[in-house]
């Protein structure tokens, strides 16, 4: 999940539906949490050949499509790291009217899933922790993210929908699940107010969940690439499953 918020009551429908695969996404074996081999659907396409019995103009064609399929695959191997651009990222929210993002249909198969990396910040009460380490605590976690007001303001619609659709009756979150909210200010002179920052925080965010709400204070472009979070403006929440791997967004 980059993507925009699409409601409180379509949230708590997708992730009741959820019960079912979060079992898989609860197994600590990777045998009972995969969901099988995928299946890739596309047709091969034949590959483009320079021919004596073909018209100059044809083998032309075909050689620039030849070229264009290599540089694809270059492109596909090679690693998109983030590199900020707001402009493009605001024109980009505008353009998509806010759904930068579509949500996965399915969860990622444990083979092909990556690591929640390492980020070293602070909750709300002021203790340094790495966010990697509160997903490894055998949980699974939905993990929220933001970096400006705009992003903010969405995640308490995905936060209450996963806690509805996943607590006990007496409205207790279940034990093998959690949730983790990480507010990242990105602006140096931002450093400067960060004591005002955490209080507002402390303020709209409720005491409970303080210990697992962490402020980050400056640039983390190599999180930012491994996490997929490309445009600033909007808030994002992945699924972690209990050894750490991020298995939707």
Same mark, same amino acid.
């Given at each position: &999940?980059?993507? &925009? %918020? ?13 019960? +079912? ?13 995969? /969901? $099988? ?22 083998? %032309? ?17 090679? /690693? ?5 651009? &707001?402009?493009?990222? @605001? ?15 399915? @969860? ?17 009460? $002021? ?14 976690? %939905?993990?929220?993210?933001? @970096?400006?007001?705009?992003? %903010? ?7 209450? $929908? ?14 093998? +699940? ?16 960060? #004591? ?21 204070? #400056? ?15 909007? $808030? ?14």
């Amino acid at each position: &999940m980059s993507l &925009m %918020l699409r409601g409180t009551q379509r949230t708590a429908s997708t992730l009741r539906h959820c019960h +079912v695969p979060l079992r898989a996404t609860l197994s600590t074996s990777a045998k009972s949490s995969d /969901v $099988g081999p995928s299946t890739d659907s596309r047709p091969t396409k034949p590959k483009k050949i320079l021919s004596l019995q073909a018209s100059p103009a044809q083998n %032309l064609r075909n050689a620039l499509e030849a070229l264009d399929e290599m540089i694809e695959e270059a492109d596909r191997k090679v /690693v998109k790291k983030y590199r900020p651009n &707001m402009f493009a990222e @605001f024109k980009q929210l505008n353009d998509t009217e806010g759904k930068v993002l579509e949500g996965a249909e399915t @969860f990622v198969e444990v083979g092909k899933a990556t690591n929640v990396p390492s980020l070293l910040a602070k909750t709300l009460g $002021g203790k340094k922790v790495d966010i990697q380490s509160l997903v490894l605590k055998g949980k699974v976690t %939905l993990v929220l993210t933001s @970096f400006k007001n705009y992003g %903010l303001n969405m995640l308490p619609m995905w936060r209450d $929908g996963f806690v509805a659709a996943l607590s006990k009756r007496q409205g207790q979150l279940d034990e093998r +699940v959690q949730t983790v909210t990480l507010n990242v200010i990105e602006e140096w002179y931002m450093k400067v107010v960060s #004591g005002s920052i955490v209080r507002g925080l402390q303020e709209k965010i409720p005491k409970e969940l303080h210990a697992t709400t962490l402020a980050y204070f #400056g640039r983390c472009d190599d999180f930012r690439t491994s996490m997929a979070l490309d445009n600033s403006f909007v $808030g994002y929440a992945h699924l972690v499953d209990a050894k750490g791997r991020i298995r939707w967004m």
